[in-house]
């Protein structure tokens, strides 16, 4: 499984605030749906909205995951991360 990241932030499309805070147990859901796993869901002071954190086994199921959160009102901007123990090994290749 590789992790994700992703910088959300709710667009103006979303009327209420509180009924956006109850639906993090059914995009949990959706991703399990996609075989994902949603390992964490911060609220974020600052210039984005949240910060997501889950794990996909490919590029492909990352995209799909990005369009069900998607569908919820809110913009992802996902990004891969690894793990730096696995950053320092492909920097010694090089």
């Known amino acids: 499984m590789n992790t994700y ?3 959300v932030d709710v667009r103006d ?5 509180q009924e956006l805070a109850s639906v993090w147990g059914e ?3 959706e991703i399990h749906d996609l ?3 949603l390992t964490d869901a911060y609220a974020v002071l600052g210039e ?3 910060l997501l954190l889950f794990e996909a086994p490919d590029h492909d199921r990352a995209l799909q995951i990005s ?3 998607e569908r919820r009102g809110l913009d992802m901007q996902t990004m891969e991360l690894i793990p730096v ?8 290749d090089i």
């Open 67 to 69: 369009l069900v959160v």
């Open 85 to 92: 123990d696995r950053f320092g090994e492909l920097v010694d």
């Open 48 to 50: 984005h909205d949240y």
């Open 13 to 17: 499309t979303v009327q209420n605030v």
């Open 5 to 7: 990241m992703a910088l």
């Open 27 to 29: 995009i949990r859901n």
């Open 35 to 37: 075989d994902g796993t």
